[in-house]
């Protein structure tokens, strides 16, 4: 696909000799007579490069910069000035065009400045797609090309101090997503707190949220600030939005829009500066059109919408996410370099995981905490959301301790022993019930 090009001057000729010069370039060109037509043009159409006169009619140049450097996809910008303006084209450089030529111009050096620009747009965007994948890696695990197109949205947003909902259905790491729009963001060393919209009854969600007075009501036996208020200068994610009653989604959009709250049982209202990340596996539109979800709330939360697709829809992630999370578990359960067999993986790949990346998770765990071969070769049970019991994870525990106190200590079992402050007839009662030696 070439890269497009939008050529903004109030001279037609101009225009039309540009044009000619980009095509040249293998670029698909548009076109407008000023900065508020290349505006709404820009608010359907994905531009690579503009190329603008600095005076215009209305909106010139200069302004046109400074709007493009609000939008949500920003395009490279090239200043087109008349002769002996330098000046103006250091200015426009400063304020984000990348170069610039002088009326009248000669052909060979609009194409080689364009060239210039566009190969320096293409390594951006390389750059930024690698900084995407990399700040997501950082929390989940994904090969696949839906979840790098995740990746690269997240980028792009995650220093834009916008309000995101993230959708998704439960399991697939909606939290993750929000960890890494925030490890992103100017806020990251600010506080980052978590709010499940569903864990608390109506009249308890407002005094956690937005705080409460002493004796606010029974039981609240001290003052607490809230939690928009703990957060303050950073990041809220409201977990399970969806789930929020009606009179608490009035509150939030009340905060939301006159970025205050006042706690449960006060009359004085203390501004907060926080970032909000809502979270939902709901279809809101569709709470909305139903009546259980605020019009006005879902437009204020829904500025950037980013859907995290189920693992149904990105099955090469499969094995990448088995293979992460028996490493985890065999280093926890005192397993050392335990793996999956191909046979093994072939069948995870293989399966819907209606409960996503969350029940493939636990279908490992059990998986590796029933296990004692360096090789794992058994296959999950027909219910693979069949979590590991509390039996079964305190005995995988207390093999890991063992497997470690043993590594420790380079197999000295009496000092394994003394390490574990257990004797030495029971530790080797346990190297033998969990088949460590």
């Not at 084209?89 to 065009?97: H, I, L, S």
């Not at 789930?243 to 049982?265: I, K, M, N, S």
């Not at 009496?414 to 030696?437: E, F, H, N, P, W």
Request: net charge neutral; charged share 30%; aromatic share 4%.
């Amino acid at each position: 696909m070439n890269p497009v090009a939008l050529v903004v001057d109030d001279e037609a000729p101009i225009r039309y000799t540009l044009r000619a010069i980009l095509e040249d370039e293998h670029l698909d060109v548009l076109e407008a007579a000023d900065g508020q037509a290349a505006l709404d043009l820009l608010k359907h159409r994905r531009v690579d490069v503009v190329l603008t006169d600095l005076r215009m009619p209305g909106l010139d140049g200069m302004a046109l910069l400074d709007a493009l450097q609000r939008l949500p996809q920003r395009p490279a910008a090239i200043m087109i000035t008349a002769h002996g303006s330098e000046r103006a084209a250091v200015e426009a450089m400063t304020r984000g065009a990348l170069d610039y030529f002088a009326k009248p111009f000669d052909p060979d050096e609009v194409a080689r400045v364009v060239r210039r620009v566009v190969a320096t747009r293409r390594l951006e965007d390389e750059n930024r797609r690698l900084r995407a994948e990399l700040a997501l890696g950082r929390t989940m695990v994904f090969a696949s090309d839906a979840m790098r197109r995740v990746a690269d949205l997240v980028e792009r947003i995650a220093g834009r101090d916008v309000t995101v909902l993230i959708t998704g259905e439960s399991g697939t790491g909606k939290e993750l997503v929000a960890r890494a729009l925030v490890r992103g963001s100017e806020r990251a060393a600010k506080p980052y707190l978590r709010f499940n919209c569903a864990a608390l009854r109506p009249e308890l969600a407002e005094a956690e949220l937005f705080g409460h007075a002493r004796g606010a009501f029974t039981g609240a036996v001290r003052a607490r600030p809230g939690l928009f208020r703990e957060a303050d200068g950073g990041t809220l994610l409201l977990d399970e939005i969806g789930e929020l009653d009606p009179a608490t989604q009035g509150a939030l959009l009340r905060v939301l829009q006159e970025r205050e709250v006042r706690p449960v049982g006060e009359e004085r209202a203390v501004p907060v500066n926080v970032r909000i990340l809502a979270a939902t596996h709901r279809d809101l539109a569709a709470e909305v059109r139903e009546g259980r979800f605020r019009h006005d709330l879902f437009y204020r939360l829904n500025v950037v919408t980013l859907h995290v697709p189920p693992l149904r829809d990105r099955p090469e992630d499969i094995p990448l996410l088995a293979e992460h999370f028996c490493r985890r578990f065999a280093d926890r359960f005192g397993l050392g370099d335990a793996r999956l067999s191909d046979r093994v993986l072939r069948h995870l790949q293989a399966q819907p995981w209606p409960g996503n990346v969350r029940e493939l998770e636990h279908a490992i765990e059990r998986l590796v905490a029933l296990s004692s071969g360096a090789v794992i070769d058994d296959l999950p049970p027909s219910d693979a959301a069949d979590a590991l019991g509390l039996k079964e994870r305190v005995a995988a525990f207390e093999r890991g301790l063992v497997a470690e106190a043993l590594a420790a200590e380079g197999g000295n079992q009496s000092a394994a022993a003394r390490r574990l402050g257990v004797s030495r007839v029971t530790l080797i009662d346990k190297m033998q019930r969990y088949g460590l030696r």
